[in-house]
Structure formats: C-alpha cells, structure tokens
C-alpha cells in the first residue's frame, strides 16, 4: 500500500491545490504511480489537470455516494504524470445531505480507496476550505497530512487549531494517521516579516516539521493556464526546483509507510 497524504488547511488560498498538483508532477516524473483526488467543490485541482469542469462526468461525488466506484471516476491526464478522481462544480445541498446520510459518513472516502490504494505509490488529496464532511473523510482515509500556509501570523493561529483537530481525529477516527509536516507557501525572502514567520512556525512545531519553502514564483501563478504542473511548464524555474525540495520531504517523511 502507498501513502495517502491529505493537503488541509481552513483557510482558503494557502496553496493547497498548487501543493498537491505540482508536487504529485514531480513525484509522477520520477517514476511514482500518483493519483490525486480533488475533493473541492470548486475543482481547480481537476481543471488544471486537463478535466473540463464545464462537462457532465463521474465525480468523486459520485463515488462518494455510491453511485459509482473510484475505478470508474478515474480520470488520465494527458501528460501522464498522474492520474484524477475529479470534483465537479455542481455540489449541492442534496449531495451533502447525502453523504451524511447512512453508517460511518466520515469513512466513505476510505471505501472508495480500498482497491486504488493498492495500484498507486502516493494518493495526494486536495481539500476545501469549507464543507467539513470532505476533509473529516480524507483524514480519515490518510496516513499523512500536509499542512500549507502563508507566512502571516494570523496562519499560525489557523495552524493550531488544525493541529488539534488532526489528534482528535486520530484518537477517534483514525489511529494511523500522522501530521508529516507544514508547507510555507510563497515565501517572501525580501521580507523580514516571512523570515520572523517561518522562525515562530520551527520554533513551536521544530524545523524537521516545516517541509523546505515555495518561493513567490510568477511559473508557478502560471502554471494552471497551460494545465500542466510547474515541472513541465518552466522546469528551470524556481518554483521548479522548491516543489523538488518538497517531494524529497514528501518521500522522506512518508517513507515508514513502503
């Protein structure tokens, strides 16, 4: 079995979605098998990699709620470098009541992974900031979580509450799962402000818990227009070589689960 490795955060535009699709290119370049799974109603992750969000197709919805299996959900990319079970944008109060409906709703995602699991090295998911069910049900199903923030101090305040909610989930729901680590998102080293950040982010959680920094890199704000990860559209970039950084700590910290 391959890691599972949840990408949360409760605040919007922490860089989740860039987190998850530029490293899983990095990882897919060197060889790993790597599905993604999109679960954010807003489906950029899918949009970016190559879904047409505007179409009617199976979701991750649709597995959730039994209408389908994960198998049938599976998207391939055309670059190859991984594959999708999208999210699509017409999640609605129906389909929320839906998957709260029935035995043990947090653990439908695990369900649906019972067998993909198998075939893959890493399952990365992306999560919504909102709609508590879909991230209660990827750290149920994970055995990791990344964390990715901005370098402000009102993100350090988010990042405790999360931590917390991460160990209740283990002690309730899922024994095996494990904080891996905080992802800095668009780093600033001009700024004093990022550097005072990043030093009371290694001081309350220790430097082997913060993954190496995402620098400001215009490739990366890019990226998503070409529908490619950062490493096939600017592969000399900095970003480029910051989401390699992020893949070794990846590796590193997921490797107890080979």
Known sequence: MGSIVTFANKKGGSGKTSSVVNSAGVLGARGYKVLLIDLDPQAHLSFWSGVNTYDTYLSIYDALVGKCSGEDALFKTEHGLYDVIPAATNFSMGLLRELLDGECPEGRLAKVLINLKNEYDYVLIDTPPTVAVLTLNALVASTHVLIPILLNFLAIEGLAQLTQSIYKINAGFNPDVRMAGIIP??????????????????????????????????????????????????????????????????IEKTSGVK
């Open 185 to 250: 998102n668009q780093y600033n080293i001009r700024s004093n402000h990022s550097k005072r950040v990043m030093k009371e982010i290694q001081e309350n959680f220790g430097e082997d818990m913060v993954s190496p920094r995402i620098r400001n890199d215009i490739k990366v704000a890019e990226a998503p227009e070409y529908r490619v990860p950062i490493n096939l559209f600017a592969p000399k970039s900095r970003g480029c070589m910051d989401f390699n950084l992020l893949a070794d700590f990846i």
